[in-house]
């Protein structure tokens, strides 16, 4: 449905707050209801209702897909959602409440349910809620860095780009079958505060990825190699002409063809050199997820896990998570990273921060609410109680919490490593690229790791492919195995795209920025052995 389209429809016969008829500095076209005004009206009713303090989002979300499989299409999918969520604090309690109606009536009556809801809520509080201090951004704007904004790219074109990667592909003998997609979202928000508050900011994502399939004469084998070097990003349309999919897409078919005869690995302890396009996955995984306070408070124990680090006090400027020159930065400032925004969902202009410094746990992913639980580790360090700015919500109908920023293990702080450097001391271990399945317990501190492609490293020489790896790990001491960090020429930046948390579930995109690693002695065992 197009945008005044909707918009007219959804009057329904209460006042919408329109625009003047020229285009404003805010953007806004003409037919355009006046988000000022409705964020305005909907923070006085809220007041009004008794909250001491409330927040507005305004969210038009944009996504396109589009999937082939060898020559011919096999899904497309285009669509917008629109919307506006209020959310309300009343006596130390939240409420929240959403709808599709962007008129004057509806704003307040929505900012009246968010505040009658917090009331209700009130009654069976076990703590009040308390938000750390938060600066004001007055009518500051913020759009991610792009060249291209992919929905202006006809479908022709990229229906064409991407069955052209599929017949390249294709041409490799052994190769039976490729799958191949393109994904795109624009996020255009708009949130407003009652401490003053005013923040636009238009967000992009951008997705290209094949997968090939190659499967042995006899029909006994089939072997796949996706294509985890190219990885999501919070960049417009120019990602996938950079991806280069055609170009590339032989030489994952001969990944593919070359997997059907590699040697089987023998299970072992063996010393391996992860590769960025597989490590990011590894830290998201072992690292990220558990450094999120409210995880590690038990709030996502029901569906997204608990934490390890557990509890705080024992923790924090005590673990040591790695060696001495181990170092994991949370940013959303990264250009292209995909959690990167200028603003984080309360408003918050997120921080620069390192979870793990100098190899020690070091702080904890937070927003307004859970930053002041963390008030006496940061007196001890001579820090505020301020936000990390890692507040997010997938859509106007959902409620934001806390969510991962980009977290990113830092390149070695002393020189610039090769990855040649990282092979060449090691006499008996694999090299592993991108990523592939994998394992992990609620807690985040056992788990085992698969990856795309893998081959032997013997006496500091890459040597032939192997299949069916998977490594064991327990998160502390796989940490402190690594005794080799690539330097800042190596560093690769992977992604996640649908990262699941919450109930009701939500999504966001998070990038995790890497050099190589070299970790001694990880126990490695054959997933393809029967019996």
């Not at 990667?165 to 079958?177: D, M």
């Not at 557990?310 to 995909?338: C, M, T």
Request: charged letters at 25%.
């Amino acid at each position: 449905m197009k945008r005044r389209e909707f918009l007219l429809r959804s009057a329904g016969g209460a006042a919408l707050a329109l625009a003047p008829t020229h285009v404003l500095a805010s953007g806004l076209r003409h037919g355009e209801p006046d988000y000022k005004a409705l964020t305005g009206r909907a923070l006085d009713a809220a007041r009004r209702a008794g909250a001491s303090y409330a927040d507005v989002r305004i969210t038009r979300n944009r996504s396109q897909s589009i999937a082939t499989r060898e020559r011919r299409i096999t899904g497309f999918d285009d669509g917008e959602t629109f919307g506006f969520g209020v959310r309300a604090l009343v006596n130390g309690a939240w409420g929240f409440a959403a709808s599709r109606d962007l008129t004057l009536d509806e704003v307040e009556r929505v900012a009246r349910s968010a505040a009658s809801q917090a009331r209700a809520s009130a009654a069976t509080l076990r703590r009040p809620v308390v938000l750390a201090p938060a600066e004001v951004h007055r009518d500051v704007t913020w759009r991610s860095p792009i060249q291209t904004d992919p929905f202006d790219v006809p479908i022709e074109e990229k229906v064409a780009l991407l069955l052209a990667a599929n017949e390249a592909a294709l041409k490799v003998q052994g190769a039976r079958f490729v799958t191949s997609s393109m994904f795109f979202l624009r996020e255009e928000k708009t949130y407003a505060n009652t401490d003053g508050s005013y923040i636009t900011q238009t967000i992009y994502r951008s997705y290209p990825q094949m997968n090939v399939t190659a499967v042995s004469a006899d029909g006994s084998d089939f072997q796949t190699r996706m294509s985890t070097d190219v990885q999501p990003m919070g960049l417009g349309y120019e990602h996938v002409r950079g991806a280069r999919l055609a170009e590339n897409a032989p030489r994952w078919a001969e990944d593919a063809v070359k997997k059907l005869t590699a040697k089987p690995v023998e299970p072992g302890r063996f010393d391996l050199v992860l590769l960025p396009s597989h490590l990011f996955l590894t830290i998201h995984e072992s690292i990220a997820h558990p450094t999120e306070l409210d995880r590690i408070l038990g709030y996502e124990a029901n569906y997204a896990g608990t934490s390890f680090i557990s509890p705080v006090r024992d923790y924090l400027g005590k673990f040591r998570y790695g060696p001495a020159n181990f170092n994991i930065q949370a940013e959303r400032s990264a250009p292209g990273s995909l959690a990167t925004v200028g603003y984080d969902d309360e408003g918050v202009r997120p921080d620069e921060y390192l979870i793990v410094k100098n190899g020690v746990l070091n702080d904890l992913q937070t927003t307004r609410e859970l930053a002041p639980l963390l008030a006496d580790w940061y007196r001890q360090q001579g820090k505020p109680v301020r936000s990390h700015g890692n507040s997010y919500a997938q859509s106007w109908s959902d409620v934001q919490f806390q969510r991962m920023p980009n977290v990113n293990l830092m390149p070695n702080p002393e020189r610039d490593v090769s990855l040649d450097e990282l092979v060449g001391d090691v006499r008996d271990g694999i090299l592993i690229e991108g990523r592939g399945s994998y394992s992990i317990d609620q807690q985040r501190y056992n788990a085992q790791f698969g990856g795309q492609t893998f081959h032997e490293i013997k006496n500091g020489k890459v040597g032939g492919m192997l299949k069916d790896v998977a490594y064991q790990m327990r998160t502390p001491e796989f940490w402190n195995s690594v005794d080799g960090i690539g330097g800042r020429s190596t560093y690769f930046v992977g992604g996640s795209f649908n990262d699941g948390k919450g109930q009701p579930s939500q999504s966001n995109a998070v990038s995790h920025g890497c050099p190589p690693v070299r970790v001694r002695k990880i126990n490695v065992i054959n997933t393809g052995r029967r019996g």
